[in-house]
């Protein structure tokens, strides 16, 4: 029996694995990350250090290729402080936890500030982006302008709740892979909507109950990650930096952003500009 220590553990998944019972598999196997979901469909990531802390995460003193030996659909089970998979058992006890929500209310007391440095955050995202990022029906370039073209989300910004459930069809599953495009998109919108919307929690519900039935697992657990107004330790990095840091801090924590992925970070990204000069 191998063993792994947990270096820490999202407060969201922690409270998860308190929730009995805990039946859950391996959903899929990267190189730096071990997916998994429960029979619920909640999703826990078993992650190395340099991926770091995120709202799924338990980031485990792993080098990238240990997880190699899980394989996918094998059963994990919690024994007292021990999530055991396969063979592997991964100790929980000495994992400090980590709080995914940023602190909002301290972000929207420096939205003036944060509106302020906009224009500077998207020079420097479209000198970062990668080249094969947004496919989401909207140009890379129109969504960091605040105007996702043919999208009916500004209307749902401003209270048509049709239109915003229009607008989250129409994303929500759109491109390939794990997490599309389209929903990284929406998770950017929603991180957009908890700094800027004044009713974030009833505009971030509606999108991610239209939009996670109709896409991947993984992309489901990350829209509703989101709509809780959880996010990456990256992402906490970057609103920071906006609303206190000088520019060589926005500069390093956009570009940290960005490498989320292939083209994840700088969906998302576009997705949390795109409504950010029209609200």
């Known amino acids: 029996m191998k063993t792994i220590q947990a270096l820490s553990i999202s407060r969201s998944v922690r409270a998860r694995l308190e929730r009995p019972p805990f039946k859950a598999r391996v959903l899929a196997v990267f190189d730096r990350a071990c997916d998994l979901v429960t029979t619920e469909g909640d999703v826990i990531a078993l992650v190395t250090p340099d991926i770091g802390d995120g709202p799924l995460n338990i980031v485990a003193n792993t080098q990238p290729g240990d997880f190699e030996t899980f394989a996918r659909d094998t059963a994990a089970t919690l024994q007292r402080a021990n999530l055991q998979i396969g063979n592997v058992r991964v100790d929980l006890r000495e994992a400090a936890v980590w709080e995914p929500c940023p602190g909002w209310n301290t972000l929207r007391d420096h939205s003036d500030i944060i509106a302020s440095r906009l224009p500077t955050l998207r020079e420097i995202a479209v000198c970062r982006v990668p080249a094969a990022s947004c496919a989401v029906g909207a140009d890379f370039a129109a969504a960091l302008c605040g105007r996702p073209r043919g999208s009916p989300l500004p209307a749902g910004w401003n209270g048509d709740l049709a239109q915003l459930r229009q607008g989250a069809t129409q994303l929500a599953g759109l491109g390939n892979g794990l997490t599309p495009a389209g929903d990284d998109f929406l998770c950017g919108v929603m991180l957009w909507t908890w700094l800027a919307h004044p009713t974030p929690s009833e505009f971030c519900r509606v999108v991610v109950e239209v939009a996670a039935p109709r896409t991947t697992t993984l992309s489901a657990a990350f829209l509703r990650s989101a709509a809780k ?38 969906d998302t990204l576009a997705g949390f500009l795109a409504l950010s000069s029209g609200e």
């Open 229 to 266: 107004g959880e996010c990456s330790a990256a992402w906490h990095r970057l609103l920071n930096a906006l609303a206190s840091g000088p520019h060589d801090e926005l500069d390093a924590a956009t570009v940290e952003v960005l490498a989320h992925g292939a083209t994840s970070g700088a």
